[in-house]
């Protein structure tokens, strides 16, 4: 439903009489129709805009649509995240807060990051709930932007997006959250993080990707079973018994007899007849109808409509190997875009918050004191070519070493650590030692003198005049 403002008939019919009169009284009416809402218990709770039931029951139904959700999952977490930031106590103190939630909520850091990424692939959508305690948190309260105190994060709590309503005032802002399934149980806005993709201005919703291709899934299936029916009728071939001929006609009683032999036959039985039994085999003959590029037309439309091909599934295709690469491609595409999805909802609506716990506001921290999830870039190639180049930015004093550290993911180097590197282990070893050997060797010459004809054993006396 696209209005967000849903009223009781009652309401509603109330509400056209009140605006025929003047202005103000119908601001009036609006306020002490909200205010007796609240009063009397009414609510006005919307669901999604899309039928978010359907797209779970597809997800566990349909094995195309599951297996493209399973590898977008794995291209997203191939390869290990951590935190990241130039401020190392802030670093410490969100890993820190993080297992502290794990424990609390006893689930691991790792699985809470991919059962978001899960939701944000399948619906389009997120729905975690804070649990807020002061006791089970070592973090303080605090403020929000409008005054109101909060108590720390102690745990988040994924929840079924597709139970989710809303509930909103006459003005469409947000009051509360519930479950479709428990409605007595309503969370305030600021206990909840509620994150969409893919939505339509003026939606609540995101849209999910499994929805425009729904019909096509169907109209796969469909075809999957036309083709069951026709093999079924081909593969039983029809048996044709004749008895007699044209001059010397079949009686009835032959018919009869012939024909409950035949259904008393067991299924490998045969039988024995004169020569006025003829049995003949009525195959296909060549005018079965090939299914085969129905089957493809209709597969190829869910796996584009799902960002996928059959390639990227892993199965054999016959296109070249510069194909596969630029359809593999596409599919990485698709899933760096729900990465980027996954690490905006961790670092804005999860980190900065604990960051606030500990007194760095939103609206006064810098880069320098921010904290954010580095998750590494999916495709191997793309990664290592990104990390080449910012280390030539680096090398060409466009970066510095801070930002170079943070742009590969790494914290950084502490003056201990520095010491630790090639640098100072082996290149400079090397630069001294050369050195050494170089003033050595100076010395040496001085005293043995050497030329084409061999050393001396000790170095010329001065020659008179």
């Known amino acids: 439903m696209n209005d967000k403002l849903v009223h009781s008939s009652a309401d509603a019919s109330i509400r056209d009489v009140v605006k025929r009169r003047v202005a103000p009284i119908t601001t009036v009416f609006t306020a002490l129709t909200s205010f007796m809402a609240q009063i009397v218990g009414i609510t006005k709770f919307i669901g999604a805009e899309y039928n978010l039931l359907k797209v779970r029951d597809t997800l566990n139904s349909e094995s195309i649509f599951r297996r493209v959700a399973d590898k977008y999952q794995e291209q997203l977490w191939n390869r290990n995240w951590k935190f990241v930031g130039r401020?190392?106590?802030n670093v410490e103190y969100i890993r820190k807060r993080f297992r502290e939630i794990a424990e609390v909520s006893q689930i691991p850091t790792q699985e809470l990051f991919e059962r978001i990424s899960k939701q944000l692939i399948v619906y389009s959508n997120v729905l975690l709930v804070k649990v807020r305690s002061e006791n089970s948190s070592s973090g303080r309260e605090r403020r929000d932007l409008n005054g109101k105190k909060l108590q720390p994060v102690a745990a988040y709590f994924p929840q079924p997006v597709e139970y989710m309503e809303i509930e909103r005032d006459v003005k469409g802002k947000i009051k509360s959250y519930r479950l479709r399934t428990n409605p007595k149980?309503?969370?305030?806005?600021?206990?909840?993080?509620?994150?969409?993709?893919?939505?339509?201005?003026?939606?609540?919703?995101g849209t999910p990707m499994v929805i425009p291709v729904l019909a096509d899934i169907a109209a796969l299936r469909q075809v999957e079973h036309s083709l069951n029916i026709l093999v079924f009728q081909?593969?039983?071939p029809l048996l044709h018994f004749a008895i007699g001929s044209d001059e010397n006609e079949g009686e009835a009683d032959e018919l009869t007899d012939l024909n409950t032999k035949?259904?008393?036959?067991?299924?490998?039985?045969?039988?024995?007849?004169?020569?006025?039994?003829?049995?003949?085999v009525i195959e296909a003959k060549g005018q079965m109808m090939d299914m085969t590029p129905i089957l493809e037309y209709w597969k190829t439309r869910v796996l584009s409509g799902l960002g996928v091909s059959a390639v990227g599934l892993g199965e054999a295709d016959t296109s070249n190997r510069g194909t596969a690469t630029t359809v593999v491609s596409e599919f990485q595409n698709t899933a760096t875009s729900f990465q980027r999805a996954v690490a905006a909802v961790i670092n804005e609506h999860m980190i900065k918050e604990l960051l606030a716990e500990r007194g760095l506001s939103a609206l006064r921290a810098d880069d320098r004191?921010?904290?954010t999830i580095h998750l590494p870039e999916i495709d191997l190639m793309t990664l290592i070519k990104r990390e080449t180049h910012q280390t030539y930015l680096w090398e060409h004093d466009t970066i510095t070493a801070e930002e170079l550290r943070v742009e590969l993911g790494r914290e950084p180097l502490s003056d201990d650590e520095r010491k630790d590197t090639y640098l100072y282990r082996v290149a400079i070893p090397k630069i001294l030692a050369k050195a050494g050997l170089r003033a050595t060797a100076d010395t040496d010459n001085r005293n043995q003198p050497e030329n084409q004809h061999g050393k001396k054993q000790s170095p010329d006396l001065p020659k008179n005049d």
Request: charged residues 20%; without cysteine; glycine residues 4%.
């Open 87 to 89: 401020a190392p106590n």
């Open 185 to 205: 149980v309503t969370w305030r806005p600021e206990d909840v993080i509620h994150v969409a993709i893919h939505h339509q201005e003026g939606y609540s919703f």
């Open 234 to 236: 081909h593969a039983i």
């Open 262 to 280: 035949i259904q008393e036959m067991p299924t490998y039985g045969h039988l024995v007849t004169t020569n006025r039994v003829k049995i003949e």
């Open 369 to 371: 004191r921010l904290v």
